[in-house]
């Protein structure tokens, strides 16, 4: 059984900095992409950030400069660096994950953690 924990979230000021990680758990063979998702209010989920086993990463204009994604192979996790924050930053923000096991290749999200801008 595989698991992605997440944690990180919270409540920050504009224009500060937060970083969200997530880990996964289980019988892994690999995860050739991982990524984070968020979600405000009466919004549909959105790709924030996207990070691939050869290091090419992919991010959200409205991040792009701001956020930075990054994966660390020996613990399968992935993190998500966010500084200059915005209140149009707020929402429950997913990790995602594309991995190997046995059996095939398998899509696992994460529980959500929410990400609060606000003064």
């Known amino acids: 059984q595989v698991q992605l924990v997440e944690s990180g979230g919270g409540l920050v000021q504009p224009g500060g900095s937060l970083t969200l990680s997530c880990a996964a758990s289980g019988s892994i063979f690999s995860i050739p992409v991982m990524a984070w998702y968020r979600q405000a209010p009466g919004s549909q989920r959105e790709l924030v950030a996207s990070?691939?086993?050869?290091?090419?990463?992919n991010y959200a204009d409205s991040v792009k400069g701001r956020f930075t994604i990054s994966r660390d192979n020996a613990k399968n996790t992935v993190y998500l660096q966010m500084s200059s924050l915005k209140p149009e930053d707020t929402a429950v923000y997913y990790c995602?994950?594309?991995?190997?096991?046995?059996?095939?290749?398998?899509?696992?999200w994460g529980q959500g953690t929410q990400v609060t801008v606000s003064s």
């Open positions: 990070l691939i086993s050869g290091g090419d990463t």
């Open positions: 995602n994950m594309n991995l190997v096991r046995l059996g095939g290749s398998y899509v696992y």
